[in-house]
């Protein structure tokens, strides 16, 4: 439950406990009662001020894009804003019983870079705008090397990316594993390409940032052996019917997969992978053919870790994936790529999903759109 415990500190002035957070969101007291506050931030992430000119904010996930969190405002000008510049950070704030002055969480829900469209004025002369903003992945995806960039042999892939990261806020679990011979790209490279290959090279998952705004590294771990952090069902207020769609095209799924690194410098590293298992429907076993997927991997860091990319390649390739659609009234306590488990019994649902996308507007009464996946292994 790491992802949804609550906040402490100033978002959380009578430190509320998360059993206390969650029965309000889950609906328990028949009602509930947001507010939504919004930071105008520096480049720096340094705060100036509350904002009072945002009238209306939409925020968007999207865990499989590169730019993985989104946000569109509507803003009234006041001139108080400097576009090419200045960021913004919303919250949105949940009351709790006793609902006294100080009886609230706020949830960040993201760090964005503001784009600056045309100003619109309407009939009594308002000028406003309507955003559209990124959160800091638009930086990194935008710095490019201007020179051939040159990382030498015995560096620490987590050290270096550290460095690529500079100042942000960051939080990259270490490595010790160390670059086996110099990798290099070519000027025009993004810094957003060279760190998601350098995490690739030691079995990360591609950098994203979390709701505080903070740069996030973590070694990649399957969805089976995450623990589930939240139950959607029945008794959640506001769950929808899901539409469930399924798609199990077996066709063309590989059920032998070798990964190849070549380098002049050193031996060839070579992994492979079969699926032979007689419970598996595309295994060779069963279909009595070997349909094999060949790749030379520009890197990695050693053989092991080499061997865990075939695994993870043949794990994700021999997966079709059942996707689930519903909407919840707002749940302001989700980050990206939540996992979590769905109860809807009509449906005979009771499984673990992966969160794909979420999209929520800051607005009461709002509803919470999610499309979720589940892993089903062929």
Not at 29 to 47: D, H, I, K, M, P
Not at 164 to 193: C, D, F, H, I, Q
Not at 236 to 253: C, R, S, Y
Not at 348 to 370: C, D, F, I, P
Request: glycine share 4%.
């Amino acid at each position: 439950m790491q992802k949804f415990a609550p906040p402490s500190g100033d978002l959380n002035p009578n430190s509320h406990t998360e059993a206390e957070v969650l029965a309000v969101l889950r609906g328990d007291f028949g009602f509930r009662r947001f507010g939504f506050r919004y930071e105008l931030l520096t480049s720096a992430n340094v705060y100036v001020m509350d904002l009072d000119n945002v009238t209306g904010c939409t925020v968007e996930m999207n865990w499989l894009a590169d730019i993985k969190r989104t946000a569109r405002f509507r803003l009234r000008e006041n001139g108080e804003i400097d576009f090419l510049s200045d960021r913004i950070r919303p919250f949105i704030r949940t009351w709790l019983p006793p609902y006294g002055p100080n009886d609230y969480v706020e949830h960040p829900q993201g760090v964005f870079l503001l784009a600056s469209p045309d100003r619109n004025s309407d009939e009594q002369n308002r000028v406003t705008r309507d955003v559209m903003a990124y959160d800091p992945l638009l930086v990194l995806a935008d710095d490019k090397v201007l020179t051939r960039y040159t990382i030498a042999a015995g560096a620490k892939y987590t050290d270096t990316i550290s460095t690529l990261l500079g100042s942000m806020p960051k939080n990259v679990a270490p490595s010790t594993r160390t670059l086996p011979a110099a990798m290099e790209w070519e000027p025009g490279t993004s810094k957003l390409k060279i760190i998601n290959e350098l995490f690739s090279a030691i079995n990360y998952e591609a950098l994203s940032f979390d709701e505080n705004g903070t740069a996030i590294g973590v070694a990649y771990r399957s969805p089976v052996t995450r623990t589930e952090e939240f139950t959607y069902g029945a008794g959640v207020a506001g769950l929808v019917v899901p539409n469930v769609d399924q798609e199990l095209d077996l066709t063309n799924i590989p059920n032998a997969w070798s990964l190849v690194v070549s380098d002049p410098d050193k031996p060839a590293l070579v992994a492979t992978y079969t699926n032979s298992d007689p419970a598996s429907p595309t295994s060779t076993v069963r279909r009595q053919r070997t349909i094999v997927d060949f790749r030379q991997e520009e890197d990695a860091a050693d053989l092991a870790t080499l061997q865990a990319k075939v695994a993870r390649l043949a794990f994700e390739a021999s997966q079709v994936y059942e996707a689930l659609d519903f909407t919840t009234a707002l749940m302001p306590v989700h980050s990206g790529n939540d996992v979590y488990r769905v109860v809807y019994p009509s449906l005979a649902v009771n499984t673990k999903y992966t969160e794909q996308t979420w999209s929520l507007e800051l607005r009461a009464g709002a509803t919470m759109k999610h499309r979720a996946r589940r892993v089903v292994t062929v």
